[in-house]
């Protein structure tokens, strides 16, 4: 669940913002900002006792996307 008490990952996409399917009984919730998706990743680990010191995440640009202007 996220700090405000949505569930980020559900095994039925009610109550899910824009929900995602990874398998049949597996939905997820994709509409999440970046921090989102860090504390998301943090709480995975966490659950595997994976301490938060050692995880690294990278990100880059995509320097493929197109600029979109409105």
């Known amino acids: ?3 405000r008490g949505n569930h980020t990952i559900a095994t ?3 109550g899910l913002r824009k929900p995602m399917r990874l398998a049949d009984d597996l939905v997820i919730e994709s509409n999440l900002s970046a921090n989102g998706i860090r504390d998301v990743i943090l709480r995975f680990f966490g659950g595997f006792e994976v301490p938060a010191d050692s995880i690294h995440v990278y990100l880059r640009q995509d320097r493929n996307a197109t600029d979109v202007q409105a």
């Open 1 to 3: 669940m996220s700090n």
């Open 12 to 14: 039925s996409p009610v």
